[in-house]
């Protein structure tokens, strides 16, 4: 069973056009959602961490926000430079690693 | 600063030869390794993980195996490739709030 969804698969933008990407978990006692970045033929880079619902953050043009069933990361007037993979994860069990999801890719075009 | 480091960035191997990829990590000390393996349509995997010396978790069951002979090195090792051992390979070290620092991966190709 998958424990951490997201969706879209993929999703095109037009630059400007603002959107949300969507990270669904089911593991109970969430100690972390993390939300990474990855480029093309690179390793993921972090981005946030939130910990308990109704937290938020952002970074540029990028705001993540957690409820107790999921999280969303909105972009705000994407740009071409923001196109990439975006991965959420949660940690395991025994909270000793990361389990992550199958990402959504993003692509914004000029 | 903390970097980490993580060769070759691709490889082409035949089916039934060794493996060996190696990560080291800089800056830190006793760092949580792990080794993670991302497929085409698939989420990052994870294969193994380390919270110290001689201290390896084996996540998946499979023909790969892990050792950190020093505290800032992890390798990630195969007596013989398989097909479907393909894929993108990659190196991260964390702390205790499972923050993840990836290396740059290694493209692993068996043909």
């Known amino acids: 069973e998958d424990q951490v969804t997201q969706s879209p698969e993929a999703l095109r933008l037009q630059e400007g056009e603002s959107s949300s990407l969507n990270c669904s978990y089911t593991?109970?006692?969430?100690?972390?959602l993390f939300w990474y970045r990855q480029d093309p033929g690179k390793g993921p880079e972090f981005l946030f961490t939130?910990?308990?619902a109704g937290e938020e953050k952002e970074k540029e043009r990028l705001k993540a926000t957690l409820t107790k069933k999921e999280s969303f990361l909105h972009i705000t007037a994407p740009k071409p430079e923001d196109s990439a993979t975006y991965l959420c994860?949660?940690?395991?069990?025994?909270?000793?690693?990361?389990?992550f999801g199958k990402g959504t890719t993003l692509s914004v075009s000029s | 600063s903390q970097t980490i480091h993580q060769w070759p960035a691709t490889l082409v191997q035949p089916v039934g030869s060794p493996l060996s990829l190696e990560c080291t990590v800089e800056?830190?000390?006793?760092?949580?390794l792990y080794w993670y393996r991302q497929a085409a349509g698939r989420g990052l995997q994870l294969l193994f993980y380390?919270?110290?010396?001689?201290?390896i978790s084996s996540e998946v069951p499979q023909n790969l195996s892990a050792s950190r002979p020093q505290d800032r090195q992890f390798i990630l090792s195969s007596k013989k490739l398989l097909l479907s051992d393909s894929g993108f390979y990659l190196c991260?070290?964390?702390?205790?709030?499972?923050?993840?620092?990836f290396g740059s991966g290694t493209r692993l190709t068996v043909v």
């Open positions: 800056g830190t000390s006793n760092p949580n």
């Open positions: 593991v109970s006692g969430l100690r972390g």
């Open positions: 991260a070290w964390g702390d205790r709030t499972l923050v993840h620092t």
């Open positions: 939130l910990y308990s």
């Open positions: 380390s919270i110290g010396i001689d201290q």
């Open positions: 994860a949660v940690p395991n069990q025994a909270g000793t690693a990361l389990i």
